[in-house]
C-alpha cells in the first residue's frame, strides 16, 4: 500500500468532521422545511376529504380519490426522484421538488370538478415525492457520522410540525373564511421561499466523489473542513467511477442494483415502510371524516387530527434520544407494533369523543417513535451510489400502500368489516414486517457510510 492510499478519503473526512449549526445544521433546517411540507400537504388529505364530499356531493369511494391521487403521485416522485438524485446530483433534486408542488397546488386550488382536482393533486404530489428521499439523502451525507443517527430521526421533528400546522391553519381557515381553496393556497408563499432558500446548498460532496467529480468534491470538502473547524490534514479522493447518463434503463438498473445489493434487506425496507406508514396515513387520512361521522363538529375534527400530529413531535424527541442508544432495529420492534394496536383501540373507543381523543394522542406519540427511526434505519442500509434510490423506492412501495390502502379500506373493509377489524389487519402487516426486519436485516447504529 502506498503512502496516498494509507490517506483517509473525502467522504470520511466529511463523517468525522465536527457537528456546526451554522454549517450542517443550516442544511438539516433547510431540508427539514421541505419535509414539513411534506407532512403539511398528506394531511390536507384528510381535511379535504370532508370538505371536498360536502362541496362536490361525493361518495366515500369517491373522495377517497383525493387522497389516493396525492399519494400516488408522491409514489411516482419518490421513485423518480430518488433515482435522479442518484444520478445527476442531490442539489438538482433537492431544489426542483417543491416548484412543481408549488406550481400544482395552485393549479388544484382552482379545479372545477374532481376529476381535474384529482389530476392536479397527482403532480403536485409527484414534485412533493421527491422531499424525503432525496432531503434524507443529502442531510445524511452531510452529517457527522457520531451525530447521524439522531439528525436523521430529528429529521422526522418536521413531520409532526407540518401535520399540526396543517390541522390547526385549516381549522383557522375554515372558521373564519369557510373556503377549502385558502387551506391550499396558504401553503404555496411559505414554499417558494424555501425552493429560493434551497438554491444555496452545495451538492453531496459523497455524491460527487462517487461520481468521479473529484476537484468539485475537494472544494466542497475544504470548505467545509474550514468552516467547522475541523481538523485540516492530507486526505484523498478515492477512485473516480463513471457517471451515468439519466435514462429510464438506468432508473431500471438502479432498481435491480438495490434488489441486487441485498434482497433480504430490501424486502425488510419496503415491508416496514409499506406497513407501519400504512398505518399512519389510514389515521391522518380518514381520521377527520370518522370523528365527524362520530359527532365531531369540522372544526374540532381537524383539530383533534392537528393534536394527534402535534404531539408526535415528543416522539421524535423520544426517538433521537434513544436512537444511538439503544438501536434502530429495538426502537422498531417495539414501537411499530404498539402503534399499530393503539390504532385498534381507537377504533374501538370511537363513540366516545373523551376516549378517543386521548388514544389519539398517545397513537401520536407513539407512532412519531417508530417513523423517524424508520427513516434513519432505511436510509443507512445502502452504500453511497444507491442510498437515493433504495430509500426512494422504499418509499414508493409505502406510498403506494398509502394511496391504495385507504381506498380498499373505505370502499371494501371498513363497509364489510368494520373500523376495529379492518385496523387489526393492518396491524398484522407491521408484526410480520417488524419479524422479518429482526432476522434478516442488520443493524446499522455507528456503522460508517460507504
Known amino acids: 500500500m502506498t503512502e496516498t492510499q494509507r490517506l483517509p478519503t473525502g467522504d470520511q473526512i466529511v463523517q468525522e468532521l465536527p457537528w456546526r449549526w451554522k454549517v450542517q445544521g443550516k442544511i438539516f433546517i433547510i431540508g427539514g422545511l421541505g419535509f414539513m411540507f411534506d407532512a403539511w400537504d398528506v394531511t390536507l388529505n384528510g381535511v379535504l376529504i370532508p370538505l371536498l364530499s360536502d362541496h362536490w356531493g361525493l361518495q366515500p369511494s369517491q373522495a377517497a380519490w383525493i387522497g389516493t391521487a396525492n399519494l400516488i403521485g408522491m409514489a411516482l416522485g419518490a421513485f423518480v426522484w430518488g433515482s435522479v438524485a442518484d444520478l445527476i446530483g442531490r442539489k438538482v433534486a433537492f431544489t426542483a421538488t417543491l416548484l412543481v408542488f408549488s406550481i400544482f397546488t395552485v393549479c388544484g386550488a382552482f379545479a372545477p370538478d374532481i376529476v381535474w382536482f384529482c389530476i392536479f393533486r397527482f403532480i403536485a404530489g409527484f ?234 394522542l398517545i397513537y401520536g406519540f407513539i407512532v412519531q417513535i417508530a417513523i423517524p427511526v424508520l427513516y434513519a434505519y432505511v436510509s443507512e442500509l445502502y452504500p453511497t451510489e444507491l442510498r437515493g434510490s433504495g430509500f426512494g423506492w422504499a418509499s414508493t412501495f409505502s406510498r403506494v400502500g398509502a394511496g391504495f390502502g385507504p381506498l380498499i379500506f373505505v370502499s371494501v373493509m371498513w363497509p364489510y368489516l368494520g373500523l376495529a377489524t379492518s385496523c387489526a389487519i393492518a396491524a398484522a402487516l407491521v408484526v410480520i414486517s417488524v419479524l422479518w426486519m429482526a432476522k434478516f436485516a442488520p443493524e446499522t447504529k455507528g456503522a460508517q457510510l460507504h
Open 127 to 360: 414534485g412533493l415525492g421527491g422531499c424525503v428521499p432525496v432531503d434524507y439523502a443529502l442531510v445524511g451525507e452531510f452529517t457527522p457520522r457520531r451525530q447521524r443517527g439522531r439528525v436523521l430521526t430529528a429529521m422526522d421533528g418536521w413531520w409532526p410540525v407540518g401535520a399540526a400546522l396543517c390541522g390547526f391553519v385549516s381549522a383557522a381557515i375554515m372558521a373564519t373564511f369557510a373556503d377549502w381553496r385558502y387551506t391550499m393556497l396558504i401553503m404555496v408563499l411559505p414554499a417558494l421561499l424555501v425552493f429560493w432558500i434551497r438554491r444555496s446548498v452545495p451538492e453531496s460532496p459523497l455524491y460527487l466523489i462517487s461520481k468521479g467529480r473529484g476537484e468539485e468534491a475537494r472544494s466542497i470538502i475544504d470548505e467545509l473542513v474550514r468552516k467547522t473547524g475541523g481538523t485540516a490534514t492530507n486526505w484523498r479522493l478515492p477512485d473516480p467511477a463513471a457517471a451515468p447518463r439519466l435514462s429510464v434503463g438506468n432508473v431500471v438498473d438502479q432498481l435491480r442494483a438495490v434488489w441486487r445489493f441485498d434482497w433480504k434487506i430490501t424486502t425488510a425496507a419496503w415491508a416496514l415502510f409499506f406497513s407501519i406508514l400504512l398505518v399512519y396515513y389510514l389515521a391522518l387520512t380518514w381520521m377527520p371524516r370518522i370523528l365527524i361521522e362520530s359527532g365531531f363538529a369540522e372544526v374540532r375534527a381537524f383539530i383533534t387530527t392537528a393534536g394527534m400530529a402535534a404531539v408526535g413531535l415528543l416522539g421524535v424527541i423520544v426517538a433521537a434520544y434513544f436512537v444511538e442508544k439503544t438501536g434502530r432495529k429495538w426502537i422498531l420492534a417495539i414501537t411499530g407494533p404498539l402503534s399499530a394496536l393503539t390504532l385498534v383501540v381507537v377504533a374501538l373507543s370511537v363513540d366516545v369523543p373523551a376516549a378517543v381523543v386521548t388514544w389519539l
